[in-house]
């Protein structure tokens, strides 16, 4: 994934709809952020100077399925093997019933991608018809994060095999690169040379949020500002 | 030496009060338990696969366009030979009287579904040849649906694909064993 900080608007469609796609539940007052569920964050960085130089940016961020060779920081530490990194497709994913709630993987995730459900996610009455059948919802008492959509890989892979293509081949676009109006968002496969995630992740402009802790993350950022690049290998 | 055989004869019934229990524990255990867990519920009408040999599978079991698979096929395909009733058994009263006449789905049991945090595509199955009957039952020369048992706990039914079923299968076939592959 290669996300554009030059075109992001912040309007965090992307987060919206990720929410929407994924059955991410909310509650009843959300005033309080520190307890809410978001798989998607949107931050706002600011340069820390005065006008005329004041400069801000948004930095949406999704899971950065880490690359690290053999294991993403919460692979590492699940004791359970509730988190894995599947090596054929590269993301990293989560298995709710298989999570035993620890919390050990959200400490050890350098970008706080991943939330804990503390209570039953509930809906409203009304809403419950309009939840995702292709994501299963969560329980309290396990961590749940980014999948890339992976459901829409899964998909996309099954009609590959019924139109007789390489599944290996097949391609999707996960729901917040879908929604995103300024097309800020660019999904991709890395691997492939040709593919215009893969050239973007070349660009002079790109960098990656804390590259130093060598945890290879598999979302690229591009700005043309340098500041940017600087508070990006800082701790959030 | 009259205590030592007194303990001695008391072991010994003791002995087969264990043997006894330990007896009932496994009748119970493997009779009556796995009895009682499973609830045998009918279909709400009976389906004969042999009555229908006129056509093919996929007639009814097919693909849709985006590579999803419709397995038990909706009321439409009932009504194309079933507007009324074609023969005068029992179940086809059902199906036109209570389902086709009110425009209703059947509410079939399906003897395979799988729990809701499972994704399972037939295509790739389908790609790599393998057999309906190495995970359905056969049903070329059925005429009786088999009742369906449902487990009382768990609300799944008895011959739900375990777990251990689709790993063993995917190891032995060199396929992805990664969680989400099936899982979502």
Known sequence: MAIDLDRCTGCMACSVACQAENNVSFRADESDKLRSITWLEVY???NGKEYPDYQFT???RPCMHCDSPHHSPCTFVCPVNATTRDEVSGIVNHI????????????ACPYHARDFNWWDPKWPKSMESMLSPEVSTRMR???????FCHHRLLKARSKAYLDGIDPNEATYVP???EACPTKAITFGNLLDPESEVAKLSKD??????????????KVYYLSKHQWVHKLGDNSF | MKEEKKSASGKGVGGIFFFGGFILALIFGWIVFPNLLFSEKAQPLNFSHVAHQDSTCDQCHSFNPDGTYSGIPRLDNCVECHESPMTSEESERILVEEYIQKQQEIPWKVYAWQPDNVFFSHAPHQAKNIECTQCHRDVSKEAKLPPYSENRLTGYSKSTMKMIDCEKCHAQMGANNNCQVCHK
Do not use: S
């Not at chain 1, 019933?97 to 919390?103: A, K, L, M, S």
């Not at chain 1, 002079?204 to 993350?217: S, V």
């Open chain 1, 141 to 147: 008492g396990v961590v749940e994060k980014c999948t």
């Open chain 1, 175 to 177: 729901a917040c690169a």
């Open chain 1, 44 to 46: 706002h960085l600011q």
């Open chain 1, 96 to 107: 709710y019933p298989r999570c035993i709630g620890c919390r050990y993987c959200i400490v």
């Open chain 1, 204 to 217: 002079p402009r790109a960098f990656r949020i804390l590259a130093k802790l060598n945890t290879e993350p």
């Open chain 1, 58 to 60: 948004y930095l949406p």
